[in-house]
Each structure stands twice: as structure tokens, then as C-alpha cells.
């Protein structure tokens, strides 16, 4: 937000410098960004009066200038375009040092040169040369009464400021004009605010407007203003309101459309000057359509604005897209006489979305955005009237058309000397207090010992609680201010819950095993998303930022798989990854929200070469036994292990503990490889930390048992089966056959050949068993064996093999 030192001087007695009034901006909360000179005295520019022109010998695009100084004759070398003889025009004289920054950050001084072969001594310089505008288009011609010698100053209007870059947070809506910075200011230095204009208005003043004005959405526009100037000369407008509107930045049009900007910038009000005689029906009416509309804009461009957009339209149809720009039909041009100038506040959320929409924010969006003063319309739209009757000439039409369904009731807070002492380590008495909140216009309604009691006035949403009041105190006194305390309590921090010791124990786990952590969006695009399931039960963002953040994520592998392509792109031949964030799917219970289920889960992965090549050695690609290991080294950590079971569900190996579903191990689809370019499989196992801690609750507490005194004893079992026969169910079959003194199962081999059949394999199987009571024998384990081979032959047409 830019403001013009200048100008604030008008509704205060400022005696800071520049520097000082930025430092003090920034000690009461409006931080400066930056300090910038505009415009200077041009010490060493004088007149010059144009008496030749011709073309350089030596190149194409300059040309020679013989310029009368007044004193003497020069020859200057000049590249301009408009630059013809008789003209008067700005000289920067040899030694004169200009307001331009050069590339190396050195300001430009003139030196006598030779341009291809040719002298040249000084310069003809444009509006922008000069510090004056922005306009670099040409040289700048003066005025033909200016004679040749004399200071610039004395020709020109020359106008000093300082512009101050002010970095306005979005819940300080008021401070987005001059008036608004000024408060602070005036409140923060014990100075009197001056308004250069009225409040009150006499309510029952005769009406004489001639336009009926409706407003159809009231939950969309809650109040619309309407003020008439008849009779008004459209010109250039004077060179103090230019000057103001140049240095920060906007481009002068004419009188009319320059006040209604300069009133937005002294007030924070945004307005819009209709010529009323292209008002059809003259009537206007605020309102938004079931379908699209196409709209032009006052710059020219056609704009189709979806349905739900608010339009100003009159007795026909659109004219303006309400708190963003107006039509090209109705603006102000050399044939206006007769202004209906409009002032209106406009629900936030409404402009912001119809900004971001048209991908166009003006200098009314960026404050009807973060919310006006719903009390300062009428205010607003006599201040043009004025305005514009002084510069303008005409007559302003008595009375307002004020559209006002909606009020905005100023809330009132109470606020306790001992919690503003508390909180500010302060010792200030009521006065003090009140002193401070008084100056920011905030008006004492009660008070009762101890208790203040204040009204806010409506330009202040920001504050909402006792605290924010606390908040002005504090920055109006200055935490400078502020004694250090001479002690301090010890606070014991709260204890760390159980969740987020159990998400500390799960990193560390994942840690140990060499899997390095990633940190992904949970936001993804759609056409990726569909890979990990249906689309029509992912959740879509309403209004996605791009096209890459459509999509909340499903699940955990999109983003382990950017990270693997990435990786590969950069010649890293192996990953091994894990990320521990929060998925979204729809569900009939909602977690946090209707219909959306959030759980929190891990997602280790791995991809690439286990192994690099030695001179001894192969490289060995990663494979899916290579992160099933690591998984169950993960599970035992955590003491699942011995409860989890295992099966197979489409492609993935699924874990459960107590019949729940705690995450599924599987490689990565080879279309979903192909669609992020990644040439080498990769292989993923997510679990949701949700559901294990939930199983970990549930879960009885490990005892302690001492090692056995006798000594296990082994027996290999090899059996055929068909090649179909997943070996983690017969693994589940064996335990729950063999009973309690069946200790380990192991698988150590494993053959396919013709020998045994070619749709079969053989699986080896180490069973281990162990009695804490005596020594096993043969003779012990030989029942059991039997018992095992018979589920097996029964249930998976297993034969003894050896």
C-alpha cells in the first residue's frame, strides 16, 4: 500500500521526517517496506528552445538537436521520436544529476559525450527522466511561454514527495488509505486527526436525484449509494490532485475518474463514476445471473463472467461487474456532463471470488476484498461530489439515493485494566488507556471500576476480543516502552500425549531401518488421482488453486512416486523412502467433516538397485521380499508382529490385527510408473498409524519370559503343491494345526521343474518346536507332523515330498 508523505500532512501536524514517520509505522504495526524519493528541485535543468534538427550522420535512430540555452548554443544528441524544431523543452545540462537509477545502482549524471563520432552536451528529457511520471514514451514537451535558460522550476509545477511502501496485513482493511494511517499515526504521536470533510448529514434533506436504484442480492451488496453532479466540464484534472496520483502510481484520465481514485486512496472507499445520460431506464439495479454473461470491460476486454457474478446493471442490462471494473458503455468521457458517481459495500467472499475468476484485481477488489467501512459510503460519495464540483465545475444534486438493507451494528467490547497490565507487563493507569484506545476512535460506552466498556466503530473488523484491544494498547505505547521483567515463572510444559509418542516411536523405527523421510502435498491433479482409485470417491477442492492441486490424496504413493521420479532424474539409482502424512476419501462418517474420512498413515517405499556393480558382483535390483523384510522388522518393533496375519487380496498382501485392516504391501502398478516416466518397479507398503494405535491400545502388555532350559528341536517338511497356493496361507495353516509348542516356521527352499510337474512347485518348510518342560523327541514331534500333513493334503492337495 503506497502513501504519500505529503498528503498525510493534511490530516495531521506531521513533524517526523520521512525515515522517522516509516520507523514509527512500523513500531505501531504498519510495517514499511520501502522509502521512495519522487520527483526533485532538477538543480541544472533548464529551458531549451529546439532551433535545428537533422539526422545523425552515423546512425539511423538519433538525431542532431542545435538547442538554445539562453546563454549559448549546444549540440545534443537525441534518440526521441517526437523531438522537433521550435519546441521548449526540459535540458539536463552537463553535471546535472538526475532521479534515475542506473543498472549499477549509481544515479545518472550528465557528461559531455561523443556519440558515434558526434558531440553531444546534455540531454532532452522525458517525464520520466525527470522524476515527474512514469512516462517514457517521448521527450516532454513545455509550454511555448517558457524561456530558454531558465530553471525548469520555473516553468513546470515541480512536486517533491516521498512515497512509503506500507505491507498491509489482510485484517487491517482500514489501513489501506490515507485517512486510515493517519489515525494510527495521530494516536500513536498524541497529534489531532483533521478530516477534510463532514460526517453527519441531514437525514431529511429533500432528495433530488434522478435515478431509482434496487438491490436484488442483499446478502451480496448491503448498502449502495448513489450521488449526482450535474453539469461538469470533463479536462485534465489540476496539477496537485495529477501530481498526488502519479507518485503513487496511477495514471491520471481525467477530472472526474481522478477524484473518484483520489478519494479511494485519502478514504479507503472505492468508487465508480457513471455518465449518467447512457444509464438506460435510469435505474440501478445490483443483481447476479442464473447463466453467463459476457461483459466488457473499461479496458477493453471481453470477459464471460460465470453465473453467481455480481453486476451494477441498469433499466436494460449490465454496465459494471460490481467491486471489480466497470463497462465501456457507461464510463466517463469528453461529452459527459451529468455524473451519478456510486458507493457501495460489497460482501468480501463475493469480489474475491469474481477477482480470482476474471484473474483481474483492481485497486477497488484489493479493498472491498478485505472488507470497507460499511458505514463510510454516503461519506465517500458526498466527498466526490465536492471534489468534483471544485475541480469540475457543475452543481451537486441535493440529497443521496442510500440503499442500506443490510446494517452493520458496531460490537462492543469489554476490557480489564488488570488483564491489559498482565498481558503487557505494564503498569498503566485507566487514563492512559483510554487516552489510547479513544484516539483510534474507539468510543467508552461504560465503565465500571476496573471494566472499560467500548464501542468499535465499523472500519476496525479486526477487533473482535479483549485481547486485540490489549493489542492496541501495547503498539500504541510502543513495546519499546515496555520494562523488561525482573522474573519469571517456570511453566512445566504439558505432558506428550500418547499419539504423539507413538508417531515419535514410528520415525524413529522407520529411521533405523534406512528409509529416509519425504514430505509431500496432500493436494494432487485429477488425471493422477485416478490411478490410485475411483475419482467419484476422491475429494475435489472447490476452487483449486492450479490444475496440479485439484485432488486431496487418497493415499500416500503419489507423492512417494514425484519423489522416486525426481530421484531418478538425477541419476540417484536407489530410494528408499517413507512419509507419515494424512489421507482423504469419502466416507458415510466424516472424521472431522461430514463425509470426509482422515487418517493418518506410513508409506514406506523403495525402488531402484539394491546393490550396485562391483567388480566382483552383479547390480541386484530391489524386490518385493526386500520390503516385505523390512515391514516385518517394522511390525515386530512395534510388538504387532505376533499379532499380525497375512493374506492375499488383489495383488497385495494385506495385514490385519484382530480382523482390521491395518495396511497392504504391493508393487506400484506399471501404468502408474509409466505415467511419471519411471522405467524401474517400485514397491510400496502403507499402513494406517490411525488403526495400529488403535490396535496397539487394545493390545495386551508384554511380559517378560526367561530363555528355555532344553533345547528346540527342528524338522524340515517339504511338500508339492500347486504353483496357485499362496505359501502365506499354508504358513497360517501349519501354525494353527501344530499348536502352542510350535515355535518358529520358516520357508528355505523353494523348486519348480519338470520333475515334480510344471504347474507345481515344492515348498521347504523349517519347523522349530520347543517344550518348557523336557526335552522333545522324535516321538513327540512325529503326531504333530502327521496331523500337519493331513490338513495340508486336505486343504491344499499338498504331498510329502521328502
Known amino acids: 500500500m503506497k502513501i504519500s508523505y505529503n498528503w498525510l500532512h493534511e490530516f495531521i501536524d506531521l513533524d517526523l521526517t520521512p525515515e522517522e514517520t516509516a520507523e514509527k509505522l512500523t513500531l505501531i504495526g504498519l510495517e514499511v517496506d520501502t522509502l521512495k524519493p519522487v520527483g526533485s528541485k532538477l538543480d541544472g535543468v533548464v529551458v531549451g528552445e529546439v532551433l535545428e534538427v537533422r539526422e545523425h550522420p552515423n546512425a539511423d535512430r538519433l538525431q542532431l538537436c542545435l538547442v538554445n540555452l539562453g546563454d549559448r548554443q549546444v549540440q545534443i544528441v537525441c534518440g526521441a521520436d517526437n523531438v522537433a524544431e521550435n519546441q521548449k523543452v526540459p535540458v539536463a545540462t552537463v553535471g546535472t544529476t538526475l ?179 447512457t444509464i438506460r431506464g435510469k435505474k440501478i439495479v445490483v443483481r447476479d445471473f442464473d ?226 523421510e519425504i514430505y509431500s502435498n496432500s493436494l494432487m491433479p485429477e488425471e493422477d488421482a485416478s490411478y490410485l482409485g475411483d475419482l467419484e470417491r476422491m475429494i475435489k477442492t472447490l476452487n483449486p488453486i492450479s490444475r496440479e492441486m485439484t485432488t486431496l490424496r487418497p493415499s500416500l504413493l503419489y507423492g512417494f512416486l514425484k519423489a522416486v521420479a525426481y530421484n531418478f532424474n538425477r541419476k540417484n539409482s536407489s530410494v528408499r523412502f517413507f512419509e507419515v502424512g494424512n489421507t482423504f476419501n469419502e466416507a458415510d462418517e466424516g472424521t472431522y467433516y461430514d463425509g470426509i474420512k482422515e487418517e493418518t498413515n506410513l508409506l514406506m517405499g523403495i525402488a531402484g538397485l539394491k546393490t550396485i556393480e562391483y567388480w566382483n558382483s552383479e547390480p541386484r535390483a530391489y524386490d518385493i521380499f526386500d520390503l516385505k523384510a523390512e515391514v516385518t522388522a517394522f511390525l515386530r518393533q512395534l510388538g504387532l508382529h505376533e499379532h499380525t496375519h497375512t493374506h492375499k487380496r488383489d495383488e497385495r498382501l494385506v495385514y490385519t490385527v484382530n480382523e482390521t485392516e491395518i495396511g497392504s504391501l504391493y508393487e506400484v502398478d506399471k501404468n502408474m510408473l509409466a505415467n511419471l516416466e519411471i522405467e524401474q518397479p517400485a514397491f510400496a507398503a502403507e499402513f494406517s498409524i490411525t488403526r495400529i494405535e488403535h490396535q496397539l491400545e487394545n493390545l495386551p502388555p508384554a511380559t517378560y519370559e526367561p530363555v528355555s532350559k532344553y533345547p528346540s528341536f527342528e524338522f524340515d517338511l517339504a511338500v508339492v503343491v500347486n504353483a496357485g497356493v499362496p505359501a502365506g496361507d499354508m504358513i497360517t495353516t501349519i501354525r494353527e494345526t501344530a499348536g502352542n509348542s510350535l515355535e518358529t516356521i520358516d520357508i528355505f527352499d523353494v523348486f519348480e521343474g519338470e520333475s515334480i510337474g510344471e504347474s507345481n512347485k515344492s515348498i521347504a518348510f523349517r519347523l522349530s518346536f520347543l517344550d518348557k ?29 521328502a
Open 773 to 801: 518342560n523336557k526335552t522333545l523327541t522324535i516321538n513327540d514331534i512325529e503326531p504333530i507332523i502327521d496331523e500337519v500333513l493331513t490338513v495340508l493334503e486336505k486343504q491344499y492337495s499338498a504331498k510329502l515330498r
Open 99 to 277: 532521479p534515475v537509477t542506473l543498472d549499477n545502482g549509481e544515479p545518472l549524471t550528465i557528461r559531455k559525450a561523443e556519440l558515434r563520432g558526434e558531440k553531444s552536451e546534455g540531454m532532452i528529457c522525458s517525464e520520466s527522466e525527470l522524476g515527474i511520471s512514469d512516462d517514457h514514451s517521448g521527450i516532454m514537451v513545455l509550454n511555448n511561454g517558457a524561456r530558454p535558460g531558465e530553471p525548469i522550476g520555473s516553468a513546470i509545477d515541480l512536486y517533491e514527495d516521498t512515497v512509503i511502501d506500507i505491507e498491509i496485513s489482510p485484517n487491517r482493511p482500514d489501513a489501506t488509505c490515507h485517512l486510515g494511517v493517519a489515525r494510527d499515526l495521530a494516536a500513536a504521536l498524541d497529534l489531532k486527526l483533521e478530516k477534510p470533510f463532514t460526517e453527519t448529514f441531514d437525514p431529511s434533506a429533500p432528495i433530488d436525484n434522478e435515478i431509482e436504484i434496487e438491490i436484488e442480492n442483499e446478502d451480496k451488496c448491503h448498502r449502495y449509494t448513489g450521488k449526482m453532479v450535474k453539469g461538469v466540464t470533463i479536462e485534465d484534472s489540476p496539477a496537485w490532485i495529477q501530481n498526488r496520483l502519479k507518485a503513487l502510481g496511477v495514471r491520471p484520465v481525467n477530472n472526474v475518474v481522478d477524484i473518484t481514485n483520489y478519494v479511494l486512496l485519502e478514504l479507503g472507499q472505492p468508487l465508480h463514476a457513471f455518465d449518467y445520460a
Open 291 to 516: 447463466e453467463d454473461i459476457e461483459f466488457e470491460t473499461l479496458d477493453h476486454v471481453k470477459r464471460t463472467c460465470p453465473a453467481g457474478t455480481l453486476f451494477i446493471c441498469d433499466g436494460e442490462g449490465p454496465v459494471a461487474i460490481a467491486g471489480v471494473m466497470g463497462g465501456v458503455d457507461s464510463e466517463v468521457d469528453e461529452e459527459t456532463t451529468d455524473i451519478l458517481i456510486e458507493s457501495a459495500y460489497f460482501d468480501p467472499g463475493t469480489i474475491r471470488k469474481t477477482a480470482k475468476e476474471q484473474n483481474l484485481q483492481t485497486d477497488a477488489s484489493y479493498r472491498f476484498e478485505r472488507g470497507i467501512d460499511p458505514q463510510l459510503q454516503r461519506i465517500a460519495a458526498e466527498r466526490c461530489a465536492a471534489l468534483i464540483a471544485e475541480v469540475a465545475g457543475g452543481t451537486v444534486v441535493a440529497g443521496c439515493t442510500d440503499i442500506h438493507p443490510v446494517k452493520t451494528e458496531p460490537r462492543e467490547i469489554s476490557l480489564r485494566l488488570s488483564y491489559v497490565n498482565r498481558l503487557l507487563g505494564t503498569d498503566l493507569e485507566r487514563e492512559q488507556v483510554n487516552t489510547f484506545l479513544e484516539a483510534l476512535e474507539l468510543k467508552l460506552v461504560d465503565q465500571q471500576q476496573a471494566t472499560l466498556k467500548y464501542k468499535v466503530p465499523t472500519f476496525r473488523p479486526d477487533l473482535e476480543r479483549e485481547v486485540d484491544l490489549v493489542e492496541e494498547v501495547g503498539r500504541l505505547f510502543d513495546y519499546n516502552n515496555i520494562p523488561a521483567p525482573t522474573h519469571a515463572k517456570f511453566i512445566t510444559p504439558e505432558p506428550i500425549s500418547s499419539h504423539e509418542k507413538l508417531m515419535v516411536r514410528i520415525r524413529d523405527t522407520v529411521k533405523s531401518l534406512r528409509f529416509k
